[in-house]
T-cell receptor, first 115, second 113 residues
Framework: NAGVMQNPRHLVRRRGQEARLRCSPM?????VYWYRQLPEEGLKFMVY????????ESGMPKERFSAEFPKEGPSILRIQQVVRGDSAAYFC?????????????FGEGSWLTVV | QQQVKQSPQSLIVQKGGIPIINCAYE??????FPWYQQFPGKGPALLIA?????SEKKEGRFTISFNKSAKQFSLHIMDSQPGDSATYFC????????????FGKGTLLTVNP
C-alpha cells in the first residue's frame, strides 16, 4: 500500500451525523487521492490534494462532502449529514514512480456504515 | 456513463486453470491500463499494468493482452491457485499523472482446490 495509512478502518454513523476519515501518505509525500467504492462497484475518483491545495475535485459530490490536506497532519475527508447512500469504502492513495510513470497505490481503506 | 466495461462479473475455475477477465474501454485518450487485485476488507493492490505501445505484458503468472484497435484488454492468470481467489479490477487512465483512474466494476474470481 506504499505506506498509505488510513483511519479509522471502520466507522459507523447514524443518519445526519458527520464522518471524518483520515489519511497519511508515505513520509515525504505531499499528494493524496481519495476514491470511493460503493457496494458491488469499482472505485471512483473523488479528489486529488496536495498540501494546502485542492488540485482536482471533479469527482466530489457537490454537497456535504469536503476534503483538506493541511500543512501539518493527515488529509481529512469530511462527510456532513451522512445518508445511507454514503455507506461505502473510502480509499486514500499515494503515488510512486514506476515503469509507467506515477502509479497509484491504495491504502487499506475506511469502511463507513450509515445506520 | 460507464467508460470501462468489465466481464464476467464472476468466474469459477479449478486449480491450475487459466481464468480470463476482459475489459473494454471507450475513451481513446486512455493510455495506461492497470489491473488491481482486492481481497475482502483490503485495499486494491496493483498487479500489473500496460501501455498501448505493446500488445502483451507478462509478470509471473499474470499476463495482460492488449488490442488497441478493438479497445480491449484482458488479464490471464496462468496456473491459478486458491490463493488467487479475489476480486480483480481493470482500470484506465490518461495523461502523465495516471491519478484519475476509471475502474471497471470488478470480477469475483474463485479458484477451487
Amino acid at each position: 500500500n506504499a505506506g498509505v495509512m488510513q483511519n479509522p478502518r471502520h466507522l459507523v454513523r447514524r443518519r445526519g451525523q458527520e464522518a471524518r476519515l483520515r489519511c497519511s501518505p508515505m513520509k515525504g509525500h505531499s499528494h493524496v487521492y481519495w476514491y470511493r467504492q460503493l457496494p458491488e462497484e469499482g472505485l471512483k475518483f473523488m479528489v486529488y490534494l496536495q498540501k494546502e491545495n485542492i488540485i482536482d475535485e471533479s469527482g466530489m459530490p457537490k454537497e456535504r462532502f469536503s476534503a483538506e490536506f493541511p500543512k501539518e497532519g493527515p488529509s481529512i475527508l469530511r462527510i456532513q449529514q451522512v445518508v445511507r447512500g454514503d455507506s461505502a469504502a473510502y480509499f486514500c492513495a499515494g503515488t510512486e514512480q514506476g515503469n509507467h510513470g506515477n502509479t497509484i497505490y491504495f491504502g487499506e481503506g475506511s469502511w463507513l456504515t450509515v445506520v | 456513463q460507464q467508460q470501462v466495461k468489465q466481464s464476467p462479473q464472476s468466474l469459477i475455475v479449478q486449480k491450475g486453470g487459466i481464468p480470463i477477465i476482459n475489459c473494454a474501454y471507450e475513451n481513446t485518450a486512455f493510455d495506461y491500463f492497470p489491473w488491481y487485485q482486492q481481497f475482502p476488507g483490503k485495499g486494491p493492490a496493483l498487479l500489473i499494468a500496460i501501455r498501448p505501445d505493446v500488445s502483451e505484458k507478462k509478470e509471473g503468472r499474470f499476463t495482460i493482452s492488449f488490442n488497441k484497435s478493438a479497445k480491449q484488454f484482458s488479464l490471464h492468470i496462468m496456473d491459478s491457485q486458491p490463493g488467487d481467489s479475489a476480486t480483480y479490477f481493470c482500470a484506465a487512465g490518461s495523461g502523465g499523472s495516471n491519478y484519475k483512474l476509471t475502474f471497471g466494476k470488478g470480477t469475483l474470481l474463485t479458484v477451487n482446490p
